[in-house]
């Protein structure tokens, strides 16, 4: 099993940034993947960023560009770097954690962010 535990989210004005940190805590040696995916109300869940355990990223096309999925092995902890933030890129954000040889996928809590003026 692990825990992941998403912080970082807030209000922020378009063109400003924000990190949002995902510390991952009980069975980590087995995560093959870790992404961030969002959803706002009313749409479906979407995948934003993804980083392997060789460390390939993927981005939605709608933040390339604008987004830097990264980790800290030392912290345990996967950081969503967003920038030039846009008003559609209001949603629940949410970090999400997927096993090596297992079907097993593990999520967050969520935490909001809200880009307005």
């Known amino acids: 099993q692990v825990q992941l535990v998403e912080s970082g989210g807030g209000l922020v004005q378009p063109g400003g940034s924000l990190r949002l940190s995902c510390v991952a805590s009980g069975s980590i040696f087995g995560i093959g993947a870790m992404g961030w995916y969002r959803q706002a109300p009313g749409r479906q869940r979407e995948l934003v960023a993804l980083?392997?355990?060789?460390?390939?990223?993927n981005y939605a096309d709608s933040v390339k560009g604008r987004f830097t999925i990264s980790r800290d092995d030392a912290k345990n902890t996967v950081y969503l770097q967003m920038s030039s933030l846009k008003p559609e890129d209001t949603a629940a954000y949410y970090c999400n954690a997927k096993y090596l040889n297992s079907p097993n996928t593990y999520w967050g809590q969520g935490t909001q962010v809200t880009v307005s003026s």
């Open positions: 980083i392997t355990r060789g460390g390939n990223t």
